[in-house]
């Protein structure tokens, strides 16, 4: 049974980092390319980020470039999110999702001073 | 960036109705599309990809058509089980940008 399990949510003060995990089971981990999206409150889907199954290609939607960076561990069969510079519209449940559709329950993400 | 819409962002039919929404791209995506139901506090479940193929466990009354920029989702008899919001997204290529929803309701 494929099980994808996020955590490392939180309130952060604007400006600060904050660095979200995904951990995997059930499925041959390494073979999978890996997305985070994001839901902010009430609103709809946002696709945040994908890394291909080795982690050599890496790819951001806009809105997070240069501040937002993925990565995996294939050993461990985790891929984070390491987000700085976080912004009040940054608020949102982050989920990570395979790409056969699998997706965690996901993460809050409270941005706020 | 390739932009998709969604229409209608929200409809109101009758039990027993066919539903159709629509997304289209701003640029051709050929058959990668796939469609996303997300019920009230649950997260998104796959119904449709490559723009017509059921994933598997999803009732055949959901359908899925179009290639290029053009894509529907039907709904051939609504259920009240089918309250949601449906979301497409492209993903032959970064960003996997989503629609930006349709909420369905029973009348």
């Known amino acids: 049974q494929l099980h994808l399990v996020e955590s490392g949510g939180g309130v952060v003060q604007p400006g600060r980092s904050l660095r979200l995990s995904c951990a995997a089971s059930g499925f041959t981990f390494s073979s999978y390319a890996l997305h985070w999206v994001r839901q902010a409150p009430g609103k709809g889907l946002e696709w945040v980020a994908v890394?291909?199954?080795?982690?050599?290609?890496?790819f951001y939607a806009d809105s997070v470039k240069g501040r937002f960076t993925i990565s995996r561990d294939n050993s461990k069969n985790t891929v984070y999110l390491q987000m700085n510079s976080l912004r009040a519209e940054d608020t949102a449940v982050y989920h990570c999702a395979e790409t056969s559709g699998n997706w965690g329950q996901g993460t809050l993400v409270t941005v706020s001073s | 960036d390739i932009q998709m819409t969604q229409s209608p962002s929200s409809l109101s039919a009758s039990v027993g109705d066919r539903v159709t929404i629509t997304c289209r791209a701003s640029?051709?995506?050929?058959?990668?599309l796939a469609w996303y139901q997300q019920k009230p506090g649950k997260v998104p479940k796959l119904l449709i990809y490559a723009a017509s193929t059921l994933q598997s466990g999803v009732p055949s009354r959901f359908s899925g058509s179009g290639s290029g920029t053009d894509f529907s989702l039907t709904i051939s008899s609504l259920q009240p089980e089918d309250v949601a919001t449906y979301y497409c997204q492209k993903y032959n290529s970064a960003p996997h940008t989503f629609g930006g929803g349709t909420k369905v309701e029973i009348k």
């Open positions: 890394i291909s199954y080795d982690g050599s290609n890496k």
């Open positions: 640029q051709g995506i050929s058959n990668y």
